[in-house]
T-cell receptor, first 112, second 113 residues
Framework: QKEVEQDPGPLSVPEGAIVSLNCTYS??????FMWYRQYSRKGPELLMY????GNKEDGRFTAQVDKSSKYISLFIRDSQPSDSATYLC????????????FGSGTRLQVQP | GAGVSQSPSNKVTEKGKDVELRCDPI?????LYWYRQSLGQGLEFLIY????????KSGLPSDRFSAERTGGSVSTLTIQRTQQEDSAVYLC???????????FGPGTRLTVL
């Protein structure tokens, strides 16, 4: 079993929809959680960083962490075609290693 | 520079050749990471440097892989006797050392024929 599980998609939604992207993880030691957006043939771009259970909002993006159920989510409101990309969840910390552990990524397509 | 830079952006090599990939971290960042992204494998950690401490090499897949970081800044990842399974995008990231956020470069796409 992978430490971080993420539905690969593709997830296709119409423009303006609310998108929910999710990850589960198995290592309860993880302390902080990041979401990256990766466009085709580009490096991952940091979107959100959280380190506690609860919600964090930044513009159209909301990151949600539930440590008790080891479940992390990213919500995108009013989705745009420019949001079409692969979204990677990446928990880290607490394991004696500074490297992040990445999910396989969910490919999102927002249809105009 | 403003962000992490990597060179070359693309590298095609023949099986058995050695390759060197370069990473320039964000100025002032003391931590530097190498990851590999393969089709179907996601992003996997290779090696981590923090300041003058001994690097964490726990992710290197074989002894054909090595990396160094000179002067606490630029890093070079070397793959000796390349194999076809080494074909992947090699990504470098840096962080400030105090914070946990990692910022990635554009990657080097390596193709081993």
């Amino acid at each position: 079993q992978k430490e971080v599980e993420q539905d690969p998609g593709p997830l296709s939604v119409p423009e303006g929809a609310i998108v929910s992207l999710n990850c589960t993880y198995s290592n309860s030691a993880f302390q902080y959680f990041m979401w990256y957006r990766q466009y085709s043939r580009k490096g991952p771009e940091l979107l959100m960083y959280t380190y506690s259970s609860g919600n964090k909002e930044d513009g159209r993006f909301t990151a949600q962490v539930d440590k008790s159920s080891k479940y992390i989510s990213l919500f995108i409101r009013d989705s745009q075609p420019s949001d079409s990309a692969t979204y990677l969840c990446a928990p880290g910390g607490g394991t004696g290693r500074r490297a992040l552990t990445f999910g396989s990524g969910t490919r999102l397509q927002v249809q105009p | 520079g403003a962000g992490v830079s990597q060179s070359p952006s693309n590298k095609v090599t023949e099986k058995g050749k050695d390759v060197e990939l370069r990473c320039d971290p964000i100025s002032g960042h003391t931590a530097l990471y190498w990851y590999r992204q393969s089709l179907g494998q996601g992003l996997e950690f290779l090696i981590y440097f923090q300041g003058n401490s001994a690097p964490d090499k726990s992710g290197l897949p074989s002894d054909r892989f090595s990396a160094e970081r000179t002067g606490g800044s630029v890093s070079t990842l070397t793959i000796q006797r390349t194999q076809q399974e080494d074909s992947a995008v090699y990504l470098c990231a840096s962080s400030s050392g105090q914070g946990n956020e990692q910022f990635f470069g554009p990657g080097t796409r390596l193709t081993v024929l």
